[in-house]
């Protein structure tokens, strides 16, 4: 669990629930227009990217499954071929096709993997090719709402902020008279101060048991837990998976990672 280190004096803290858990964004100095604007910009998103919802562009999607390609929206496309980046840069240890898993085990794999999953920019079409197949950016969702709700923020607002969206943390600049906002971290041996950057962590203990292996289907299920620290929240969330299910650095990731004890014992 993310603990912040933040003098409440400074900062306006504004908190909903949104995406399934808690967002609070602290910006000293906002008009409540802006907040709000993030806040609408998040929840626009949840409305696009949710699993759960029915009527939402995902959902729509995945219920398309075996049917041939389908023309999207320009939203779903981007955060799709987002996510697919991720997928090919973690060499499949981010897979946002592993929902499958999640209802059968093992059973599922022949339903997953990230390759099968066909873009076509100019058709704006995304095929998955057997039904029963589903994108989840369960993983993904939460650092690209975020990224898009600071550049919401940002439209009105040019000052610091701080978003905490259940545990995941995307600092914007500084407060006044500061370096950046100071994040204690599990693994690391003191609080970061971020600028600019996010946080993200991912553990079996909220959860148990829902994260799950690519290469077997089964659930990861290691002790501690793992942080990226990247300069987008979508690069954090996304690799904050890979670095838990793999217990260390994936070959291509250039960010900064905490491991807590029970893990690996410090920093790598």
Known sequence: ML??????????????????????IEAPGA??????????????????????????????????????PLRVSADLFVAAACALRFAELSEGLFDPTLRPLARLGP???????????????RARTIELPARGMELDFGG????????????????TWPGAALFNFGGQVLAVGAPE???????????????????????AV????ERPGHIHSPADGLPVRRPGSAAAVCATAAEADAWS??????????????GQSFFNKTLHGGRS
């Open 31 to 68: 008009p409540s227009e802006a907040v709000t604007a993030a806040f609408e910009e998040i929840e626009r998103w949840d409305r696009i990217l949710s699993a759960y919802d029915a009527d939402s562009d995902l959902s729509t999607l995945n219920r398309a499954a075996g049917a041939g």
């Open 107 to 121: 059973a599922g794999l022949p339903l997953t993997g990230w390759r099968k999953v066909s873009l076509d920019a």
């Open 177 to 199: 008279g500061a370096q950046g906002w100071l994040v204690s971290v599990p693994g690391a041996p003191e609080p970061l101060l971020l600028r600019d950057a996010s946080v």
């Open 241 to 254: 998976t890979p670095l838990y299910v793999l217990g260390r650095n994936p070959r291509s990731f250039r």
């Open 140 to 155: 993904f969702g939460k650092g690209w709402a975020l990224d898009r709700a600071a550049q919401a923020l940002k439209r």
């Open 202 to 205: 991912s553990a079996d203990s």
């Open 3 to 24: 603990k912040l280190n933040l003098n409440k004096e400074m900062a306006r803290e504004r908190v909903r629930w949104t995406m399934g858990t808690l967002c609070s």
